[in-house]
T-cell receptor
């Protein structure tokens, strides 16, 4: 699986959009980008994933650059409950590669 | 609530002892994964079972073993415990073998080895 680089920490004002970047310059053509988050020692929570097109669900939007070397997770209106560690994971969803490989992630602090 | 349950929530034991952690996956999910989260190593994949059979192995120590039963619940057995085994242990489940990447995590078991 391709390696990812994320900032160690970020702050965001409550009510504003939180934009979390992820660099995955060595991503290959069949690898997907997944985002999970972990709120203070709770189990990680799946947020969203995508291959090349931008994706949106009820939690967030995922913007993947055209060259697929980076992506941004957008929380449109951050709340205090969005304070968590956000993990960007790049993986090929094929045989023998079903586990998730977590890096250090980005600690997002939503400020009142 | 992810639908994945883990017991116990907390476990305190002594070095050299053996413990069993239990996980019940979401209804209908056939895959169970075990992860370990320690302060210095972060979240690490240990092992995956699919419909009762071992599918993938990660950085799981030989002192650790797991199994998945016919009713699909899984147990992680940790033996000859050391201080360094103190960690959060998470179980996750997915509908298929895990290709889609959407894994649903339980609340974890916090193991403290004294």
């Amino acid at each position: 699986d391709a390696k990812t680089t994320q900032p160690t920490s970020m702050d965001c004002a409550e009510g504003r959009a939180a934009n979390l970047p992820c660099n995955h310059s060595t991503i290959s053509g069949n690898e997907y980008v997944y985002w999970y988050r972990q709120i203070h020692s709770q189990g990680p929570q799946y947020i969203i994933h995508g291959l090349k097109n931008n994706e949106t669900n009820e939690m967030a939007s995922l913007i993947i650059t055209e060259d697929r070397k980076s992506s941004t997770l957008i929380l449109p209106h951050a709340t205090l409950r969005d304070t968590a560690v956000y993990y960007c994971i790049v993986r090929y969803p094929g045989a023998g590669s079903y586990q998730l490989t977590f890096g250090k992630g980005t600690k997002l602090s939503v400020i009142p | 609530d992810s639908g994945v349950t883990q017991t116990p929530k907390h476990l305190i034991t002594a070095t050299g002892q053996r413990v069993t952690l239990r996980c019940s996956p979401r209804s209908g999910d056939l895959s169970v994964y075990w992860y370990q989260q320690s302060l210095d190593q972060g979240l690490q994949f240990l092992i995956q079972y699919y419909n009762g059979e071992e599918r993938a192995k990660g950085n799981i120590l030989e002192r650790f073993s797991a199994q998945q039963f016919p009713d699909l619940h899984s147990e992680l057995n940790l033996s000859s415990l050391e201080l360094g085994d103190s960690a959060l242990y998470f179980c996750a489940s997915s509908a298929g073998q895990g290709a889609r990447g959407e894994q649903f995590f339980g609340p974890g078991t916090r193991l403290t080895v004294l």
